[in-house]
């Protein structure tokens, strides 16, 4: 997508041909600076860290981290430690592990001379294969937005609700949530989204409506609480969410919060569609809520928030009382029955069990 009229994915080569740039999303939204990876640490910083997050994309930081290890040493043991080091840094975006073990099935069976050469392309491939995936998604969740439009009068506004960034900062680009709302924006749909503001982090409010004021598409950013309100009232068309790990029933992992949004679609009759690249499913796992590791992380992230002062610095303060006791679950899930359709590459389906294994019968088994 653009930014200030430049074509920007989320991840890319250097300019010396092997280190790996990446946009820093914890300085966002009031900078935008790029960060180079020169090791497999580096790439497993940026992951823990969360200077890339998103599902897609911490899967393809990932498998650039392993090219960047078989360029230091094409060794089976360095194969071994770059897979263990990565697949530590973040424990439910399945992604992850299905981008790492993409790069062993490939690199496994290569000559040592060659792994270097093989890894960069494969990773490179990886990330070609995630932006034409969200792209196929755009298109499918498009069909699902005209539906809405057609029962409205001409011209009227489609209210999407969305959670957490599942946008091209998300993915290589394009997006998995945003890609169809950017493709019925850009055909002339008039959009706009309810951006909720996803405490503790906040990747609605600085990432998502950085990414939409960007292109241009009509918004408006709310407490995490405010979208039951919003269904009540009539003012969402429907939901469109991401997720970092959809099971082979179709129980859906995403952000914390994800769930009360589906109860209340669920109350309102609001539709609840998942955007749901294949790569983020899981057939390994049927319950999620009984089977999915949930990261919990660092308390400072519930008891500080980070701002731009009036005067132009960025700080961070304190927001709850020392002395309280916070917990940090990063992620929920919502089971199946609340979820109104998968949005995926290969179009729109139930959340269900025979819908997902018939569409994706190769991954299925
Ligand atoms: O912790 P994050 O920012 O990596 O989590 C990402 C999400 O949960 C997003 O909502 C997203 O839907 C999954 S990635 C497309």
């Known amino acids: 997508m653009k930014v200030n009229g430049k074509h ?11 280190a790996v740039d990446i ?49 230091q040493d094409e060794s089976d043991e ?36 060659q792994r270097a050469d093989v890894a960069y392309a494969r990773a490179a491939e990886i990330a070609d294969e995630d932006v034409a995936i969200n792209q196929s998604i755009g298109r499918n969740g498009f069909e699902i937005i005209k539906a809405i439009a057609a029962k409205r009068k001409p011209g009227d506004t489609i209210n999407i609700l969305t959670h ?18 950017y493709t019925a924006h850009d055909a002339g749909v008039p959009i706009h989204v309810w951006v909720d503001e996803t405490r503790p982090r906040n990747q609605g409010a600085s990432l998502t409506a950085w990414e939409l004021l960007h292109h241009g598409v009509p918004h408006t950013v709310i407490p995490d609480n405010t979208g039951g309100h919003l269904m009540q009232h009539g ?3 429907m939901a469109i969410v ?33 955007a749901l690249p294949s790569p983020t499913i899981d057939f390994n796992v049927v319950d999620g809520v009984k089977e999915i590791p949930i990261e919990q992380r660092s308390g400072h992230e519930v008891s500080h928030m980070t701002g731009r002062t ?25 089971p199946a029955k609340y979820v109104t359709g998968l949005i995926t590459e290969r179009g729109v389906i139930a959340a269900n069990r025979e819908a997902i294994a018939r569409a994706f019968p190769e991954r299925a088994g």
């Open 310 to 334: 009036s005067d132009g610095r960025i700080e961070t303060v304190e927001i709850v009382p020392k002395g309280s006791k916070v917990a940090n679950y990063a992620f929920d899930v919502t």
């Open 242 to 274: 991401g997720t970092d790990r959809t099971t082979a029933q179709g129980d859906v992992c995403n952000k914390i919060g994800t769930y009360l949004k589906a109860l209340a679609a669920h109350d309102n009759g609001v539709p609840f569609y998942v």
């Open 164 to 181: 957490c960034n599942a946008g091209w900062l998300a993915t290589v680009d394009w997006g998995t949530a945003t890609a169809p709302i």
């Open 8 to 18: 920007y994915r989320t991840i890319w080569l250097n300019a010396n041909g092997w």
């Open 235 to 237: 003012q969402v068309d």
């Open 23 to 71: 946009i820093d999303q914890t300085r966002f939204p009031h900078e935008f600076e790029t960060v180079t990876l020169w090791t497999p640490d580096d790439a497993a910083v940026a992951i823990k860290d969360m200077l890339v997050r998103g599902a897609p994309l911490i899967g393809v930081t990932a498998a650039y981290g392993m090219a960047l290890a078989m360029r």
């Open 78 to 113: 360095q194969l071994t430690q770059a897979y263990d080091l990565l697949l530590r840094t973040r424990p439910t975006a399945i992604n992850l592990k299905w981008a790492l073990d993409e790069m062993m099935k490939t690199l496994g069976p290569t000559p040592r001379s």
